[in-house]
């Protein structure tokens, strides 16, 4: 704890909230700290979705403590009936005075009535400490709450020359036991991993979280038109702790989608073309309430989403290494592409870390 001030509390929320990351759905993540005459008398987290949320945590901590109490609150608490009641009744009943608020909640159901029926019960509130973070670290919340479409991250790891084989299909290793841990993070602070087949055929990989303590698993998705995907494959073997959900053409052959379906998976059907309508595939997994994937390849399912604008944020990974290989070493993004530079897709608010010996780039794309 640093200089005991507004700041400080919403930065010990800010925290709590953001250790949820990965485990709340479509859910945000919402810390908060009660805070009377001094001293701290209730914390709470939100870390399920249908579950406590943050300020009803932190109250039953406080119990009678919480009357003349400050809250602290890294979303607007909550004015209406979703899967609990609202938070808003619960701190007004239990006599809490001062509301001290980083981010408004973007949810057309609450976006700012929340902190009005606070004010109009005489609570004092104040929004807007650290709000830049707290907005930040719901960015998939964001985006899933108002569009239902899930915010996709893809996520590349390549030579610096941008590839992700040599020319003889060799990928493993490409980046350091660092990046690739890194990678089990990210798979477990998203709803969905997807692949297309040809890296299921190639890899047979297992799409999980392997760190070095258990994580949440996420959902396979596999875009695969024609349902070529290989009936050994680990994907549909290995389904006792993540179900596997592919994505094919109505064109696929109706005798590959019975056996596919007689190993348990669920197929989406995504238009009627020769390849998968990705932006349908999208909106069908919004409407199950996946919120947020991780792309992982190949490159030219890459390209596509890229193209179709269907990407919220890259992470770019480049090992220190060139390989070459000509057309036969794939790339990490491969579409068509444009003539001029000035349609090139730029990426916004980048930030540049090293894992080990890789260097990796975040960005968000800013398309024309
Ligand atoms: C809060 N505190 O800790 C969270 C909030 O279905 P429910 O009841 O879980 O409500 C989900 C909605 O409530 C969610 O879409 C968002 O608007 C808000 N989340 N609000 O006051 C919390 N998790
Ligand atoms: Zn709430």
Same mark, same amino acid.
């Given at each position: 704890m640093g200089l005991l001030n507004d700041e400080t509390y919403m930065r010990l929320a800010l925290q709590m909230a953001e250790s949820g990351l990965g485990q709340t759905g479509i859910n945000p993540v919402v810390g908060c700290v009660l805070v009377k005459d001094g001293r701290i008398v209730g914390m709470g987290a939100h870390l399920k979705r249908g579950e406590g949320h943050a300020e009803v945590l932190a109250l039953r901590m406080a119990g009678e403590e919480a009357k003349g109490s400050t809250a602290y609150v890294t979303l607007e608490p909550c004015s209406h009936h979703g899967k609990t009641p609202p938070c808003c009744d619960r701190l007004i009943e239990a006599g809490v005075t001062r509301v001290v608020v980083a981010a408004t909640d973007p949810n057309p159901v609450v976006s700012g009535t929340g902190i009005a029926k606070l004010r109009a019960q005489g609570l004092e509130v104040s929004v807007g400490l650290l709000g830049d973070e707290s907005t930040k670290m719901n960015e998939i919340f964001n985006k899933f709450i108002v569009s239902r479409m899930p915010f996709v991250t893809m996520k590349t790891a390549s030579t610096l020359d941008g590839r992700i084989a040599s020319k003889t299909g060799d990928s493993k290793w490409i980046t350091s036991a660092e990046s690739r841990g890194w990678v089990h993070t990210l798979r477990h602070q998203h709803q969905g991993i997807l692949v297309g087949v040809q890296t299921v055929i190639a890899d047979d990989p297992q799409l999980s979280t392997r760190g070095d303590v258990p994580a949440v698993q996420p959902v396979r998705i596999i875009a695969d038109s024609q349902l070529? *995907? #290989?009936? !050994?494959a680990r994907v549909l073997t290995e389904q006792d702790r993540q179900p596997t959900i592919l994505l094919a053409s109505a064109q696929a052959p109706a005798e590959r989608r019975a056996a596919l379906e007689a190993r348990g998976v669920t197929i989406l059907t995504c !238009?009627?073309? #020769?390849? *998968?309508d990705l932006t349908l595939a999208m909106q069908q997994l919004g409407e199950r309430e996946i919120g947020s994937i991780l792309l992982e390849g190949g490159g030219r399912l890459n390209g596509a989403m890229l193209e179709r604008r269907l990407i919220d944020k890259l992470v770019l990974m480049f090992a220190p290494k060139i390989i070459g290989g000509g057309q036969a070493a794939p790339m990490n993004i491969h579409f068509d592409g444009y003539s001029k530079m000035d349609d090139a897709i730029t990426l916004d608010r980048l930030r540049v870390e090293q894992f080990g010996p890789d260097v990796c780039i975040t960005g968000y794309p800013l398309y024309k």
């Open positions: 070529r *995907v #290989p009936l !050994g !238009g009627d073309g #020769p390849q *998968v």
